[in-house]
């Protein structure tokens, strides 16, 4: 019996080894798998992107991003809190470890491939194993050490920590972070400029909000020309170039009289098209811009406009 334990030691140190190969090596496919995902991802954009640059404009501005992440923090900070004593050594103190790890972890995690991401973490334990194990159960307690020491290496290989995600930019600010007019108008361009196959009816509420003159007939005008020849577009605004420069088929004018104090105010509609004398009227008397609107459009149409 006392030769099988002896044996059994010797062969303990190779069993080991065994063990931490086949740990990297699933490390490292865990990787490809992550890596995969990313892949499929920015196949998925990239037709999308492509045509978004094409338009050049505001559109060519959109782009939309792919990016693998890597809480490096949280990481090590759950390293530091459920299996290390930081009172002592190289990671004494909370956010040493962090930093070690942000360092010579987080770029790889996040840009490497998964034989680099794997190789990383091989040269981060080689460094630094022996110092995180002495951090733990003394190795004289086996009834401590040994749950604590797969739970080490459950941490040390764990990947819930990383993640891709993906997101909408504009002129290189994601899409949260814009106000919402200025996203609601990004949103705008993108379906405008994308659902080209769709031919249901289309309601937008003032998408000259958050876009000056210049932009609203640079950037929206063509993209609702175009939208018009194939679905109904019902359009809300205060802008006359949008009315005019789209050549709305109709335009309705809402009203609001004034309340007698016992409910609601009246509000009454008008409706017209651009065709007609009444309907320019109002537009050039309601809308903001729309006498200008109008005398640039018979500039450009080389005819003269009686009022």
């Given at each position: 019996q006392s030769k099988e334990r002896l044996a059994d030691c010797r062969e303990a140190g190779g069993r080991a080894a065994k063990l931490v190969k086949d740990r990297e090596g699933g490390y490292e496919q865990v990787f490809k798998a992550i890596l995969n995902e990313e892949k499929v991802l920015r196949d998925l954009y990239a037709p999308i992107t492509k045509r978004l640059q094409s338009e050049g404009g505001s559109l060519g501005k959109i782009t939309f991003v792919v990016e693998r992440k890597a809480d490096a923090a949280g990481w090590a900070a759950k390293g530091e809190k459920d299996l290390f004593d930081v009172r002592g050594g190289p990671f004494r103190g909370r956010g040493t470890l962090e930093q070690e790890a942000t360092r010579q972890l987080k770029p790889v995690w996040e840009?490497?491939?998964?034989?680099?991401?794997?190789?990383?973490?091989?040269?981060?334990?080689?460094?630094?194993?022996?110092?995180?194990?002495?951090?733990?159960?003394?190795?004289?307690?086996?009834?401590?050490?040994?749950?604590?020491?797969?739970?080490?290496?459950?941490?040390?290989?764990?990947?819930?920590?990383?993640?891709?995600?993906?997101?909408?930019?504009?002129?290189?600010?994601?899409?949260?972070?814009?106000?919402?007019?200025?996203?609601?108008?990004?949103?705008?361009?993108?379906?405008?400029?994308?659902?080209?196959g769709d031919s249901r009816p289309l309601i937008i509420d003032q998408p000259e909000e958050n876009l000056d003159p210049q932009s609203v007939y640079q950037e929206l005008v063509p993209l609702f020309q175009k939208a018009k020849l194939r679905r109904q577009v019902i359009m809300v605004t205060h802008n006359a170039n949008l009315v005019v420069n789209t050549d709305a088929d109709q335009v309705i004018l809402a009203e609001v009289g004034t309340s007698n104090g016992r409910g609601l105010p009246p509000i009454t509609y008008r409706s017209g098209s651009l065709d007609q004398e009444e309907a320019r009227r109002f537009v050039t008397d309601v809308l903001e811009g729309g006498e200008r609107a109008f005398r640039d459009r018979a500039k450009r149409l080389r005819i003269t406009l009686a009022r």
């Open positions: 840009t490497g491939d998964a034989k680099d991401i794997a190789q990383a973490m091989a040269k981060f334990r080689a460094q630094f194993e022996t110092e995180l194990l002495d951090r733990g159960p003394s190795r004289a307690d086996p009834a401590a050490y040994r749950p604590w020491s797969r739970r080490f290496a459950q941490w040390l290989y764990s990947t819930q920590h990383i993640g891709i995600e993906y997101a909408i930019r504009y002129d290189g600010i994601d899409i949260q972070k814009l106000s919402p007019g200025t996203r609601g108008i990004v949103l705008v361009l993108l379906y405008l400029a994308l659902d080209d």
